[in-house]
């Protein structure tokens, strides 16, 4: 069983850059912390797991992300960050 990261960035970790190839794979059977990285050895795994992400990528609905209200400000719900529901009429 593998574990596959595909990165579009390198991450930022406590204010400095983390370099970090593309993809990574981990054999989550002999590797459960996932620590050592065998994209190298397993090219074919690797092409298997990026074939599934981009068909499920071509297939996945665009995320909704609604625009910016000021209904979740903390002053006006209790000082509290959380959700709202607005009722339509």
């Not at 983390?18 to 459960?32: A, E, H, I, S």
Request: net charge neutral; glycine share 2%; with cysteine.
């Amino acid at each position: 069983m593998y574990s596959i990261i595909h990165s579009i960035a390198d991450a930022n970790v406590n204010k400095r850059v983390v370099k970090r190839p593309l993809v990574q794979l981990f054999n989550v059977k002999t590797d459960p912390t996932e620590s050592e990285d065998v994209s190298e050895s397993n090219p074919e795994v690797v092409e298997l797991l990026l074939a599934k992400l981009a068909k499920h990528a071509a297939t996945a609905r665009k995320p909704f992300f609604p625009s910016d209200t000021y209904l979740c400000d903390p002053a006006l719900n209790g000082n509290v960050w959380g959700p709202y529901i607005t009722l339509r009429s």
